[in-house]
């Protein structure tokens, strides 16, 4: 007996149809609004991660060097690989680019509910638009997304923050701040107790009493309050910058979802605009359900011309909490549209029948297992068959079929020649 | 600049579409024969392959020791996932159980035209039914996605052999033979001289002689003289079962492409009734397009309940060189129904009617770059926009729209509170 490994998940059926479900709306929003499919490898050379992800990401890497001494790694998020791919074919592609992609990634890290070390996100970005419209149209994909679920306003919250208001505030401090160290401690802020977080925030460079301001900055409900406190053009564009994308996502239909809330900083070191992460509005499910945001310079370090990008990524298992909570997650049962029942020497015949019924579109199962007349009729109720088309010699004789409607139990008899015929769907209820 | 690893490879929208295209044809003809999916792992313990996989797969295989002191394995086949997910709830699952999958493995191999690295399989499987019905459900399946593909007869061939015949035949001589290096040479028969494939023969044990009759044998018409010349229940047993899946294959609509060929053994250790694989008719493409069979002891030996098994793997890329030799490879462009341009302080109404087409299941994308009206027109038509819906100032002070039938080039308005209205599929037409 073999174990599956830890973080790893099975999906039976069951499972695996509710996932589908949502894999199917996420995609077809996406879709819509013109998001095209790419396909992505799930290996990519190691130093694309360590050189501009972070540290954490690099500490909970799969990586690992092949038979041809390559060292590589199992992709822990998809940005990089897609930021690879834009600098490839940079001259071919009409901007802007906006691509889609569901598909697993894999981080070495504790497992806990709703995380997993094998976890399938949907990415959705857009290359070469730093509009407004474009940080906008992520947004009202992701509440489109999320509606088309079934979740609704009362459910779900867009936290929005913008990384140069963080980094500027930073800035008009006199200290010399670590960036990236005092945005991964305002990430950790909500997890974390609040001497904790000062702390670190001194850790980063600023002194305890600038940790507090700092701190009290970021809960105003007044941005020009931080605009008066930087007097920076960093800071000012910075916040009309969120401002315009606020102003955008209310015209696109995703303003409802969205507040200002600039303890929201998103752990990634190439973030550079507006980010958000997406919280359960209850606070039933404790943790960010997933997040987004600009990294205008990614490209740009990748080797590439200076491409704007902005994009989001829902992964299914905390959207699966968040779906759970709300009872909107799919409950769907196996179905089977017909199992065709052979008895006697019929299989000839029932073949031709199952073969028409599956021309029509139709989930069809019949025998293959040279069972019994009852235990074919057990295993068409297993799969929640809804008619079972019953092929038997002596039907056959006269030119018959019969119908059985598995709800109610009722039976009718169908002429063979006239079954399927052209009936898009033939039930009991045509021949009764 | 960042280079993707060699054997990999990146999708863009293009190839992804006509691969999305393919796949679905796949999965959907798998679904109406009531394949359900499930959802596997990437990665597995190595030891589910070394195991049982058989040493060439083995010398392939990307493993490597996690940051958690496992031996672990990205998957270079299905089939060992499946087995262990059967046995780890066998109680539970209804019996036949019948799964699909579509996915990627890993191979560390030569790459060469129509085979990579990282390469993409759909998996589906029947357990728990040992009848040639299901041998020749799996035939079947395979037939008819092929023919949903647009393949016919003269494109493909399935080559239907017999493990316990060649086992069965091995047997009869009066020698010490290695079955599985035997059964290994025959696989590899077509690819290598026949001195060479005699002497791997020699190697597993026979005689030089014996390897000639040995070939002799597996190259006639007729199954009963094999049985004449083993005299054994085992080969005449196993000639009896071909026989009947081949009917049965018959009754199901995949006969005609089914010929015996017992040349065609399977490279891989576990198979033990019929295998098979599908050649190109033309043998343009000269190797197995891909294969499958029955593997009626791996449940066991993985620590379950005896289960019989069978099922089929296409690959993608092997599939894609069959299609293209055939004409029959999607040709699709990216398509776009709607493109909303927005000219003047319109932003909210483009949004609005934006949002009201994507509702109505459209792919409609509009401006989220600041651009010019001719700028707009330009990407409209680079992402082939079926209709422009053009959102001006001085249209809409007179309550107006105008559309733009891109193929036509032709243009005509229509009254805002009418578009889209109750028409699922607005067009020029309907306002001309």
Redesign the interface.
Known sequence: ??????G??????D???A??EVIETLEDTA????F??????????T??YTDKSGAEIVEQL?N?????G?E?T?TPELT??VA??V???SQA????I??RSTR?F?R?EQVQQGRFR?FYQTNVD?F??S?P??D??ILAFAA?ALTELGLTRTDFEFRVSHRDILGGLLEAFDADVETEAAIRAVDKSDKIETAEYHELLVEAGLRPDQAETFDDLLGTDDLTDLVAFAETDRVTEAVENLQAVLE?AD???AGEFCEVSLETARGLDYYTGVVFECFDSTGEVSRSVFGGGRYDDLIES???QPTPAVGVAPGHATLQLLCERAGVWPQEA?S?DYYVLSVGDT??VA??IA?EL?EL?????S????RSFGAQMG?AD??NAETVVIVGERDLENGELTLKEMASGEQTTAPLEAFPGDLQRPTYDDWE
């Not at 592609?93 to 802007?96: D, G, N, V």
């Open positions: 007996m073999y174990d599956r490994l830890k790893f998940r099975d999906f039976y059926p499972e695996m149809t996932r589908r879709s819509r609004y013109g095209r499919e790419i396909g992505t490898p799930t290996l990519e050379p130093r694309l799969y690992f060097t092949d038979k041809g390559r590589v199992l990089p690989t690879r791919m600098v490839a074919k592609l009409s901007k802007p906006k691509w697993p894999w070495y094998e857009i070469g638009s509009e419209e474009a906008a149209e489109d955008a015209d696109f239909g990748f080797g590439g196996l089977t299989r000839a073949a031709t073969r599956r579109g139709h989930i069809v199962e025998d293959i297992s040279g295993y297993s799969i």
